[in-house]
C-alpha cells in the first residue's frame, strides 16, 4: 500500500534530525505523531478521495432508454403502429476518457505533495516541542542547583553573622534570592505542563500523559555547510509542479471536450397486423439503427476555460516563486540562528568558566576571613544567567537545526 510506503519514508526521515540514543523517545514521538495525527489522517482521505474519483470518470455517458404509446395510431401498409422503444449511447471523442483520467491522476499526485508536507510540517512542530520541553527541565535542573549553592551560602553567611564578618542584611539577600530561584522554577514547571499537554494534543493523546525528556540532548556540532539547491525538490514547491501539470491536463481534457460525441442507437416500432388480410411483411415491426452527432458549434464555454487554464497557469507560477522566496528568505534565517546560537554557547561557556574561577577566589577568601556575600550574589546571578544562556543556545541551535531538516532534507 502506498500509505504505508509513506509511514516508512518518514519513519527513515526522523533519522536526519540526528537522534542519538538519549534522544529515543522523541523518535518514539515523532512515530506516535505520524500514526495519530487526525490532520495526516484527514490528508490521506482526501488523497484517496481523489484517487476514487478515476472510477467516476472513466465511465460513459448515461444510456438514454425511451418508450412511447401512440395515441393516434399511424396506419401503415404493413399495419397500424402500436408502441415505440428507443435507446441511445453517447460515446465521447477518441481519447477523451483517457484525458479525463490523466487528469485525475495530476490531482491525486497534487494532493499526495499535501501529505508529505504535512507530514514534514509534524516531524519538525513534535521536535521543536520536545526541545522546549528539554529546555524547561533543563533550566529547572540548572535552577534547584544554584538553590542549593545559595543554601550553602546562607550557612556560610549564618557562621560568619555569629562572628560578626557578615549583617543580617547578608542573610535576607541570600533568603530572597532562594525565594526568586524557587519562583522561576515553579514557573518553569507550569511552561513545562503546558507544552507537555500540547505535545500530547499533538500526538492526539490525553493531554496529562507524562513524557520523558533526556537529561541532555549533546553538545553543539560543528556546523555544515547547506546545500541551499536542495530547496528546489522541497515539497511545497513539487506541489506547484503537480498542480501546474494538472492545469495542462485539464487543457488537454478541454481540447477533448471540444470534439464531437458519437452516438448509436436502434429504434423498434410495434406494428399490429391488419385483419382479414393476408401478404408478405404483414404486421411485421419495425428494427431502425441509428447514428447521431453532438457537435458544439457554440464552444465560448471552451475557449473561456482554455483562457481561465492559461492564467491559472500564470497565477501557479507566481505562486511558487512567491513560496521559494519565503523558503529560502526562511533557510538564511535560520542557517544565521543556528550560527548565533554556536557563537552564544561558546561565549556563555566560557563566562562561566570564569565566573566559576571567581567564585574559587571569593571560597578562598572566606578562609581567611573575609568573604563579601554581595559579591557572592553577583556572581551566583552570573553563573546562573550564563547557564541559562547556554541551555536556550542549544535549543536554538536544535530548533534550527530541525527547521533546516525540514527545508533541506
Known amino acids: 500500500m502506498r500509505m504505508r510506503k509513506i509511514q516508512w519514508v518518514f519513519v ?4 536526519f534530525f540526528g537522534l542519538k540514543s538519549e534522544a529515543q523517545e522523541l523518535q ?3 512515530n506516535k505523531a505520524l500514526e495519530n495525527s487526525p490532520r495526516i489522517q484527514q490528508i490521506e482521505k482526501k488523497y484517496e478521495r481523489t484517487l476514487e474519483r478515476k472510477k467516476e470518470v472513466n465511465t460513459l455517458p448515461n444510456t438514454e432508454i425511451g418508450a412511447g404509446v401512440f395515441v393516434s395510431t399511424p396506419e401503415t401498409r404493413t399495419g397500424a403502429q402500436r408502441f415505440k422503444l428507443s435507446a441511445k449511447q453517447m460515446i465521447p471523442w477518441f481519447g477523451t476518457i483517457t484525458a479525463r483520467e490523466n487528469y485525475i491522476k495530476s490531482l491525486s499526485e497534487a494532493s499526495y505533495q499535501e501529505i508529505v508536507i504535512t507530514k514534514r510540517k509534524l516531524v519538525n512542530s513534535v521536535t521543536q516541542l520536545y526541545y522546549k520541553l528539554y529546555e ?3 533550566k529547572q535542573k540548572v535552577l534547584e542547583e544554584n538553590r542549593k549553592l545559595l543554601e550553602t551560602y546562607e550557612k556560610l553567611a549564618l557562621t560568619s553573622l555569629e562572628v560578626d564578618k557578615a549583617s543580617a542584611v547578608d542573610v535576607l539577600k541570600l533568603q530572597i534570592r532562594q525565594n526568586e530561584i524557587i519562583q522561576q522554577k515553579e514557573i518553569l514547571q507550569e511552561q513545562f505542563l503546558g507544552e507537555q499537554a ?3 494534543k499533538m500526538l492526539n493523546r490525553e493531554a496529562d500523559v507524562s513524557i520523558k525528556v533526556p537529561e541532555s540532548i549533546g553538545p553543539i556540532e560543528k556546523f555544515k555547510v547547506i546545500n541551499v539547491d536542495n530547496l528546489k525538490v522541497h515539497p511545497e514547491l513539487v506541489k506547484y509542479d503537480k498542480l501546474y501539470a494538472s492545469v495542462m491536463q485539464s487543457e488537454l481534457l478541454n481540447k477533448k471536450n471540444e470534439k464531437p460525441l458519437i452516438g448509436f442507437g ?3 416500432i410495434n406494428v399490429e397486423e391488419r385483419p382479414n388480410m393476408n401478404f408478405n411483411d404483414n404486421g411485421k415491426d419495425i428494427i431502425m439503427p441509428m447514428v447521431s452527432v453532438s457537435i458544439p458549434l457554440f464552444n465560448n464555454k471552451n475557449k473561456s476555460l482554455s483562457k481561465q487554464n492559461r492564467l491559472q497557469q500564470e497565477e501557479i507560477s507566481f505562486q511558487k516563486q512567491e513560496r521559494k522566496n519565503v523558503l529560502e528568505a526562511t533557510l538564511k534565517n535560520a542557517i544565521a540562528k543556528q550560527k548565533a546560537a554556536v557563537i552564544a554557547y561558546q561565549t556563555n561557556a566560557k563566562n562561566l568558566g570564569q565566573a566559576k574561577s571567581a567564585e574559587q ?7 581567611t576571613g573575609i568573604i563579601e556575600f554581595n559579591d557572592v550574589l553577583d556572581i551566583q546571578e552570573l553563573q546562573l544567567r550564563f547557564q541559562m544562556n547556554m541551555i536556550t543556545s542549544v535549543v536554538n ?4 537545526r530541525s527547521l533546516i531538516n525540514y527545508l533541506i532534507k
Open 198 to 200: 500540547s505535545l500530547n
Open 397 to 400: 541551535y536544535y530548533e534550527k
Open 12 to 15: 527513515c526521515l526522523c533519522l
Open 361 to 367: 577566589i571569593l571560597l578562598k577568601s572566606y578562609e
Open 28 to 30: 518514539m514521538l515523532i
Open 266 to 268: 436502434i429504434d423498434y
Open 136 to 138: 524547561s527541565k533543563a
